[in-house]
C-alpha cells in the first residue's frame, strides 16, 4: 500500500486547486514519507501549468511550492476526467467536499524529473 493510498481530498476550491494526500486526512500534514517535514524542492524548469493539483494554469504558484507529479490516468480512463469531476463536488465554507473523497491509489511510472537534472 502506498503512501497516499487511502488519503482523502482535504480542499478543494474550483477553478484553482485542489489538495491531498495528507496522511492525518486533516489537512494539517503529518509526515514524509521519509519522516518528518522535508524542505521545498523548488526547480524554475517545473511550472504549475498541468491539472495534477491545479486545475489549469496557475503560474502564482511557481518557484512557492513543489511539484510532485501528474495525473496520467484517472478512475474514467482519460486524462483531467477524475479532476473534473472532483473539482464539481460541493464544498463547504472551508472548501472541503460535502462527501468524501478518496484517493484509491497512486503508481508511480517514471521519474521524469531526473531526465531534467543531467
Not at 104 to 110: C, L, N, S
Request: glycine share 12%; proline share 4%.
Amino acid at each position: 500500500m502506498g503512501t497516499y493510498t487511502g488519503t482523502k481530498v482535504v480542499r478543494n476550491i474550483k477553478g484553482f486547486m485542489v489538495q491531498f494526500g495528507d496522511p492525518t486526512n486533516t489537512g494539517k500534514g503529518g509526515e514524509s514519507i521519509w519522516g518528518g517535514k522535508f524542505e521545498d524542492e523548488i526547480r524554475q524548469d517545473l511550472k504549475h501549468d498541468s491539472r495534477v493539483s491545479t486545475y489549469g494554469k496557475h503560474s502564482s504558484l511557481d518557484g512557492k511550492y513543489t511539484v510532485f507529479g501528474k495525473v496520467l490516468m484517472g478512475a474514467e480512463n482519460e486524462p483531467g476526467a477524475t479532476l473534473s469531476r472532483i473539482e464539481n463536488v460541493s464544498v463547504d465554507k472551508k472548501s472541503r467536499p460535502k462527501v468524501p473523497i478518496y484517493i484509491r491509489d497512486v503508481t508511480i511510472h517514471a521519474n521524469p524529473i531526473a531526465s531534467r537534472q543531467k
